[in-house]
């Protein structure tokens, strides 16, 4: 029998993901060398690939890794420790028959968001999107949360880098304006979109707290028509509610 080929490139960075997935600290470069018996110079260069397309994330305070969500766009979830999607589906059933419009699940990774779970409108005329879908930042209320929870400079570094692409009419393209909206959401809990990012559809997010590996949030999204300034209005206090249930659903579970 030939000898297959081993690829220790790929068994390294196997190695590297699993060593980081057991642990809700994250792991820095001479701690995984360290752990692995393998050279900081390999190890920087593995998850400098790694990072590039996603599968983990580094903390710029803390320069440690964890995973990201680029596993679970592939098909794989990168909840290694506790499932958010089975967490919050109840509590996304009971919003969306509130609000009677599609409500989304979410979470940062690297330079967008990642759809994790969505409960559609009963409504004909509905927002709908498959699973692992992805939304750039910045872009739509989503962006405001997720920068809004980043360090100030991280949150300027990503508009700096990416920039403010106008999508609508409504479209927040001044970058002082838009890191104010981003210190709202710091204080009030919550960011709206109103057609900001798609003609015509409106949202309301709120971020998710006590996930070890990723930032999350919940939003609701439809269409002007039936999301309207009024309801938009009552929509905040339950999506911000909702957000709060599954944060404390997460901080129940038991530690592993």
Known sequence: MPNRYQAPSIKKAFRILNLISRTDRGLGISELARNLGISKGTVHGITLALEEVGTIIRDPLTKRYALGLTLFELGRSAYSQIDVRDLARPVMEELMEKAQESVFLGALNGDHVTVLDIVESWQDLKITSPIGTTIPLPAGATAKVFLGLLEEEKAREI??????????????????????????????????????????????????????????????????????????????????EAAAEISRRISQQPPI
């Open 159 to 240: 508009i700096r880098t990416k920039g403010l692409t106008k999508y609508t009419e409504n479209t927040i393209t001044d970058p002082v304006q838009y890191m104010e909206e981003t210190r709202r959401v710091r204080v009030n809990g919550y960011a709206t979109d109103y057609e900001e990012y798609l003609p015509g559809v409106r949202a309301i997010v709120s971020p998710i707290k006590g996930e070890r590996h990723s930032v999350s949030a919940i939003w609701i999204v439809g269409f002007k028509a039936s999301l309207d300034d009024r309801k938009m209005t009552a929509m905040i206090g339950a999506t911000k």
